[in-house]
T-cell receptor, first 111, second 116 residues
Framework: KQEVTQIPAALSVPEGENLVLNCSFT??????LQWFRQDPGKGLTSLLL?????REQTSGRLNASLDKSSGRSTLYIAASQPGDSATYLC??????????FGTGTRLLVSP | DADVTQTPRNRITKTGKRIMLECSQT?????MYWYRQDPGLGLRLIYY???????NKGEISDGYSVSRQAQAKFSLSLESAIPNQTALYFC???????????????FGPGTRLLVL
């Protein structure tokens, strides 16, 4: 059974810092891995999707990497801003778009 | 207007009551999903549907049922609600898989359910 773990569970940083969120999964047989952002009352928003054949994806200040063989992904946020404060979830696609989610990292960026 | 809407947004009910959570989408997607989120457990898949005639159980379907009334509508029912079904429920949609690989899912804002 696929299990997804995210570390740390919570993170508090001052504005401007670069930071890394970690995601690990137990079964490397995945189609893709996604990073989502969750804001209270607004559901989940997809940030980046990395196909299993890819090593990384970038969008603005966000960069996600994938090492399928070791079962790890990282989300790098450059020059963090207070508006980045949210919960970040990673999810692996195990087939037929059945997503298995991690428990999330709650990020707080202070001005 | 939001692409994926859920009603109600908040609901309080009592043990043993039947309730229905509704999801509608304007994205034209064939695939729809229901998840629940509990603190410390992440999101877990309850049911999913790839088209109007297709319904599949997810990881935690016991105590739930679904109805796909149309391409755009997917409802989740709790036949006899119990307190451990208190959670945040999300509906999601996605497009058919394309040659380039599976597409992302688009989530509604969630329904917060409290069962007393």
């Amino acid at each position: 059974k696929q299990e997804v773990t995210q570390i740390p569970a919570a993170l508090s940083v001052p504005e401007g810092e670069n930071l890394v969120l970690n995601c690990s999964f137990t079964d490397s047989a995945i189609y893709n891995l996604q990073w989502f952002r969750q804001d209270p009352g607004k559901g989940l928003t997809s940030l980046l999707l990395i196909q299993s054949s890819q090593r990384e994806q970038t969008s603005g200040r966000l960069n996600a990497s994938l090492d399928k063989s070791s079962g790890r992904s990282t989300l790098y946020i450059a020059a963090s801003q207070p508006g980045d404060s949210a919960t970040y979830l990673c999810a692996v696609n195990t087939g037929f778009q059945k997503l298995v989610f991690g428990t999330g990292t709650r990020l707080l960026v202070s001005p | 207007d939001a692409d994926v809407t859920q009603t109600p947004r908040n609901r309080i009910t009592k043990t043993g009551k039947r309730i229905m959570l509704e999801c509608s989408q304007t994205k034209g997607h064939d695939r729809m999903y229901w998840y629940r989120q509990d603190p410390g457990l992440g999101l877990r898949l309850i049911y999913y549907s790839f088209d109007v005639k297709d319904i599949n159980k997810g990881e935690i379907s016991d105590g739930y049922s679904v109805s796909r009334q149309a391409q755009a509508k997917f409802s989740l029912s709790l036949e006899s609600a119990i307190p451990n079904q208190t959670a945040l429920y999300f509906c999601a949609t996605s497009d058919l898989q394309e040659p380039g690989g599976p597409k992302t899912q688009y989530f509604g804002p969630g329904t917060r359910l409290l069962v007393l």
